[in-house]
């Protein structure tokens, strides 16, 4: 299906990008040719081929002004990059450039299956907006820790730390990804102090443990006064 025919058409949240010249940022991206995909996160699990290249997904337009507006952005993978938003004005679609709206941020409508920055979700218009977006994409995800940590480091951002603790849990009880294993001793790290900035001390003094051990594991010595 081509890509006129399927934004604010049809009712899929993600497609993939099949149309090899997209590289080329072709004016004519109406014509992209996607493949719509019908999961309720951007996963892995429901794409054909490479979890890789190009895929268009529901968003969101959050301002202070007006309740969040239906759009789509772009998004390359694995940098997890987003170049562009997709609009519809007076039944016309439009590209343009970037995430930033005319007095907002687009944010993504649904989770995504992929670590990169996790203030792709962040529109400091209204910080609620992308939390809410993971925790109801939460459930509904193939591995929920990928979603999880997004959530966990936009919770603490905003203080909000005891969800924050809730959150970096779930990853730190599922991760079993290769991108995210690499990290989990971070992980435990952030945990211990948001513990220990709720005064629950116990638990932040083991969570230090499991940090130490793992980091000694990884790094083949324990972590010196620079690293703790």
């Known amino acids: 299906m081509k890509l006129s025919e399927a934004l604010f058409k049809e009712p899929w949240q993600a497609y993939q990008v099949l149309s090899e010249y997209w590289a080329t940022d072709s004016d ?68 343009r450039r970037g995430l930033r709206a005319a007095d907002g941020r687009v944010i993504p409508a649904i989770g995504i299956e992929k670590l990169g920055d996790y203030t792709l979700f962040l529109a400091k218009e209204n910080p609620s907006a992308g939390i809410n977006v993971l925790k109801g994409g939460i459930p509904n995800a193939h591995h929920r820790d990928y979603l999880a940590y997004d959530l966990a480091l936009l919770l603490r951002d905003q203080r909000r730390y005891e969800e924050a603790i809730d959150a970096f849990s779930i990853v730190l009880a599922e991760s079993h990804s290769a991108e995210i294993s690499p990290i989990l001793h971070m992980l435990y790290r952030e945990r211990a102090r948001l513990y220990a900035a709720i005064g629950q001390s116990e638990k932040a003094v083991e969570d230090e443990n499991h940090f130490a051990a793992l980091f000694e594991k990884k790094y083949g010595h324990a972590p010196g006064p620079h690293e703790v």
């Open 28 to 95: 004519d991206f109406s014509e992209w040719d996607l493949r719509p995909l019908s999961g309720k996160t951007l996963a892995e699990e429901d794409v054909d081929g490479p979890f890789q290249g190009l895929f268009i997904i529901a968003g969101k337009m959050v301002s202070k002004k007006t309740d969040p507006q239906s759009c789509y952005l772009d998004l390359t993978l694995p940098e997890r990059i987003a170049g562009h938003h997709f609009v519809q004005i007076a039944g016309r679609l439009e590209r």
